[in-house]
């Protein structure tokens, strides 16, 4: 079996298992209707609609 021919050291196993574990930013796009950030594929917080059909009824 293969051994390691010294000890890897606690800042070198940590540093190379840091790049697995890096979180991205989600994907946000605008909302056709009233311009507001939202995410892909979600209903818009701000005014109820997906694909310019309304699905939530928000009151304001």
Do not use: F, W
Not at 7 to 19: I, N
Not at 21 to 39: I, N, V
């Amino acid at each position: 079996m293969a051994v390691p021919k010294s000890k890897t050291s606690k800042a070198r196993k940590k540093a190379r298992r840091a790049q697995n574990y890096k979180l991205d930013m989600p994907a946000l796009s605008t909302c056709p209707k009233c311009g507001e950030t939202k995410l892909s594929h979600r209903v818009c917080k701000n005014c109820g609609n997906y694909n310019n059909v309304e699905v939530l009824k928000i009151e304001q």
